[in-house]
C-alpha cells in the first residue's frame, strides 16, 4: 500500500493509503472538520483535494450527506437512448464516487478511529482489512460500507428455499434478490442414482451450493476466484452443516473434472466493475459469461445439464441483445433445452422515479436448462476432433 504524506499542526505525517476499488491515493491532503461547510468541501474536492477527517463522527456522515446532495443537483442524463442514458448515469455515478471517496479519515493500529462520538469499528475493519500495524487511511464511504457489510454479516439475509439465514461477509455479494436462488430451488435436478454431482461456479457466499445440497445432490464443489468468497462460502457451509455435502475451493470457473450439473448465476451486465463489490453485477465483455458457456460441455457427465441463472437487464438496456445471448450458447455447442423466468421483486423495478424504470419494469430472471447439443458427446463441440482423431 502506498504512503500518504500530510502536514499537521506543524508536523508531518504519514500513513498506508487503502483502496477496495483501486482508487489511486490522493496527491494532496487537507485536515477538514466540523467547522467545514458543505460548499467549502465541494470546492476542495472538485479541486483535486482529499479531506483528512478530525471533526466528530456524526459531523463526517453529515458533510457526506451534504455534498452528495450538492452533487446531485445538477440536472440527470436525458438521453431518449436507453443505452446512453444507461451510461451517462453510470458516469455521473462514478464521478460522484469519486468526490466523495476523497472524503477520508484515519485508521490507527488495531483499526482504532479516533473520531468523537465514533462507533467502535474495530471488529467489522478486521473483518474486512485483517490485521493491520500501522496507520492506514480510507475513505469514509468505504468505511460506511464496512460498518453496513458487518452488519449484514452478523444478521444475515433470511432465506426461504433454505428456512435458514445466509451470512455475507465484506466484498461478497449479499442474495438480498432471491429470485435466482428461488429458480435453482424449483428446476428439476437431473436424475442420477445416489444423487446428482454439481459444480457451482462463482458461488459467492454459497447460498446455491446450500440450496442443492439441501434438495439432495450427492456433492457440490462450490469455486469462487475471491478469496473473501472462498472463506464466506465455507462459513456458510458450516454453520448449516453441509460440510460433508460441499466443498469450497478457489477456482477461476470449473474444478477438475465433470459433473452432472454445472450451475452458474454471472453477473448480468456487460460492462467494467469499479469495485470488487461491482463484480458480482458487472462482467467486461460478458467474458465470465462466455467462459462458463465454452467450457460447459467439456465439463459435464454424458446425460448432464448446465444452469445459467441470468437477468435479461442487460437487453432492455440495449447493452446485449438475446439473439447474441443465444449465439454465445450455440457458438458453445449448446441447446436450450427448456427455461423458467421470475419477474423481479426489487423495489427499484416498481420505482416510477427510478432514472432506469423503463427498463427495470421490463427485467426477467431466466435459468436456462443448457445440454451439449444433440449427438454431440459431452466434452466435443461442433467441428472439434475426438480424441481418435474422427
Not at 98 to 116: D, I, R, S
Not at 124 to 143: F, K, T, W
Not at 319 to 335: C, N, P, V, Y
Request: glycine letters at 8%; hydrophobic letters at 40%; a negative charge.
Amino acid at each position: 500500500m502506498p504512503l500518504i504524506r500530510w502536514t499537521e499542526h506543524g508536523a508531518e505525517h504519514t500513513a498506508r493509503w487503502h483502496s477496495e476499488n483501486g482508487a489511486p491515493p490522493p496527491a494532496r491532503v487537507e485536515i477538514a472538520d466540523d467547522a467545514l461547510t458543505a460548499d467549502a468541501a465541494l470546492r476542495r474536492l472538485r479541486a483535486g483535494t482529499a479531506l483528512l477527517w478530525r471533526g466528530d463522527y456524526p459531523g463526517a456522515r453529515q458533510l457526506l450527506a451534504a455534498v452528495g446532495r450538492r452533487i446531485d443537483r445538477r440536472s440527470p442524463p436525458r438521453s431518449h437512448d436507453i443505452a446512453q442514458l444507461f451510461r451517462d448515469h453510470r458516469a455521473q455515478r462514478a464521478e460522484r464516487a469519486t468526490l466523495l471517496g476523497a472524503v477520508v479519515v484515519l485508521l490507527e493500529p488495531g483499526h482504532g478511529l479516533a473520531l468523537g462520538r465514533a462507533p467502535d469499528v474495530a471488529e467489522a475493519c478486521r473483518q474486512a482489512y485483517g490485521d493491520i500495524h500501522e496507520p492506514m487511511i480510507v475513505s469514509l464511504p468505504e468505511l460506511l460500507g464496512v460498518l453496513s457489510a458487518h452488519q449484514w454479516q452478523l444478521k444475515g439475509v433470511p432465506i426461504p428455499a433454505l428456512d435458514a439465514h445466509i451470512h455475507a461477509r465484506y466484498g461478497v455479494f449479499s442474495p438480498v434478490r432471491s429470485e435466482y436462488v428461488d429458480l435453482v430451488a424449483e428446476a428439476p435436478l437431473p436424475e442420477v442414482d445416489g444423487g446428482a454431482e454439481v459444480f457451482d461456479l462463482g458461488t459467492g457466499t454459497g447460498v446455491l451450493a446450500a440450496v442443492l445440497a439441501r434438495r439432495g445432490a450427492a456433492h457440490v464443489v462450490a469455486t469462487d476466484i475471491n478469496p473473501r468468497a472462498v472463506v464466506c462460502a465455507q462459513e456458510n457451509v458450516q454453520r448449516l452443516g453441509l460440510e460433508d455435502r460441499v466443498t469450497v475451493i478457489e477456482a477461476d470457473l470449473f474444478p477438475p473434472g465433470r459433473a452432472d450439473l454445472v450451475v452458474c448465476n454471472p453477473p448480468w451486465l456487460p460492462g467494467a466493475a469499479t469495485s470488487a463489490l461491482e463484480l458480482g453485477v458487472y462482467d467486461e465483455s460478458s467474458a465470465m459469461l462466455r467462459g462458463i458457456l465454452d467450457g460447459l460441455a467439456d465439463h459435464l457427465r454424458p446425460g448432464g445439464e448446465g444452469w445459467l441463472i441470468l437477468s435479461d437487464l442487460a437487453e432492455h438496456l440495449q447493452l446485449r441483445s438475446r439473439e447474441e445471448l443465444r449465439g454465445m450458447i450455440r457458438d458453445a455447442g449448446l441447446e436450450v433445452v427448456a427455461t423458467l423466468s421470475t419477474a423481479p421483486r426489487h423495489p427499484r423495478a416498481k420505482d416510477p422515479a427510478d432514472l432506469l424504470h423503463a427498463a427495470r419494469s421490463q427485467e426477467a430472471t431466466t435459468l436456462w436448462r443448457l445440454r451439449p447439443l444433440r449427438g454431440q458427446p459431452a466434452g466435443r463441440r461442433p467441428g472439434q476432433p475426438s480424441a481418435t482423431g474422427e
